[in-house]
């Protein structure tokens, strides 16, 4: 029987550890139009019934993203036994790659549902953000086999999800949500490349070309820094700016982490990549906790 007859599995092989990339951006957006509607910096009307809506159906359409990476992983030769992170349940034999697909179709289905109530009660920008989400769905797997997967996910992931999530509330486009989701945005690439970095010897052998095989391993590590690094950076400019509270500054509580993961990836070697064995996962737990903190400063702000 797939899955072995476990529920868990099924969760499993829709990695889990990585819905962070789609909630952190989420809750940011959330939390941002709830501190502008407070503060007097959105005076419109709010919907948070749609905008939970539009988190569950992003979700759904993340974790539908997973599943067919998995699917597109296992048939083009690129996930095999001997790769480190996470369990692969295609390769392990739990599943049938058929019955992952399905999986996916069926999950992108609820996830475009939703987006079809969601334009009939906001409009026609849904469209553009669901058509990102769709194309990040079923075509990711080209992208990020000729290096532009970190591209994909930080229009993805950065700019279509934290815009749409402001979108359904309010009915308008929010742009300046693009310019405090960008913090969360860059963790979100970290992760990504932070896998890619970890599977780049696995990546030559399935012939695929990714970011962190063109950079290499120091230019890897350069990269994964600079993403993490200017992450924080954002926030204190953004802060400047005015468009957060210097609340906002509660993000330095998750740099203890920051600063782990970056002596992890500095650490490693082409010879020895097992610092980095679960960096992506380190990093989206980083990512959570980053705009987790970002989120509970947002909602507290108007207060003081």
């Known amino acids: 029987m797939?899955?072995?007859?476990?529920?868990?599995n099924w969760i499993i092989v829709a990695h889990p550890w990585a819905w962070s990339a789609s909630i952190s951006p989420a809750i940011v957006a959330f939390?941002?139009?709830?501190?502008?509607?407070?503060t007097g910096g959105y005076?419109?009307?709010?919907?948070w019934i749609n905008g939970a809506i539009g988190f569950i159906g992003m979700l759904i359409f993340h974790l539908s993203g997973n599943l067919m990476s998995e699917y597109q992983d296992y048939i083009n030769g690129v996930d095999v036994k001997e790769k480190t992170g996470p369990p692969r349940l295609?390769?392990?034999?739990?599943?049938?790659?058929?019955?992952?697909?399905?999986?996916?179709?069926?999950m992108l289905s609820i996830g475009i549902l939703i987006g079809a109530y969601l334009f009939f009660k906001t409009g026609w920008p849904i469209l553009i953000f669901g058509l990102i989400g769709i194309i990040s769905v079923v075509f990711y797997y080209k992208f990020k086999y000729v290096a532009l997967g970190e591209l994909l996910i930080y229009i993805c992931y950065a700019m279509a999800v934290p815009m749409g999530i402001a979108f359904v509330i309010t009915g308008q486009l929010i742009w300046t949500t693009l310019l405090v989701a960008a913090p969360t945005g860059l963790l979100v690439v970290g992760i990504l490349h932070a896998n890619n970095t970890r599977d780049v010897n696995q990546d030559k052998a399935a012939n695929i070309q990714t970011r962190s095989m063109k950079l290499g391993l120091e230019g890897s590590q350069i990269v994964y820094q600079t993403l993490v690094l200017v992450a924080?950076?954002?926030i204190a400019i953004v802060v400047t700016m005015n468009l957060l509270h210097p609340l906002s500054?509660?993000?330095?509580?998750?740099?203890?982490?920051?600063?782990?993961?970056?002596?992890?990836m500095k650490i490693a070697?082409?010879?020895?990549?097992?610092?980095?064995?679960?960096?992506?996962?380190?990093t989206a737990m980083l990512s959570l906790m980053f705009s987790l903190l970002l989120a509970i400063a947002n909602v507290i702000a108007p207060y003081f």
């Not at 797939?2 to 868990?8: A, R």
């Not at 295609?90 to 069926?106: C, E």
């Not at 500054?249 to 992890?264: E, G, M, T």
């Open 2 to 8: 797939d899955g072995g007859g476990k529920l868990k």
């Open 31 to 38: 939390s941002f139009i709830y501190f502008l509607f407070k």
């Open 43 to 47: 005076s419109g009307e709010v919907n």
């Open 90 to 106: 295609i390769v392990q034999g739990v599943f049938k790659p058929n019955t992952i697909l399905y999986y996916a179709i069926v």
């Open 232 to 234: 924080y950076l954002l």
């Open 249 to 264: 500054f509660a993000v330095l509580i998750s740099f203890p982490l920051a600063k782990s993961n970056i002596k992890k």
């Open 269 to 282: 070697t082409e010879r020895d990549l097992s610092s980095i064995a679960f960096l992506d996962a380190r």
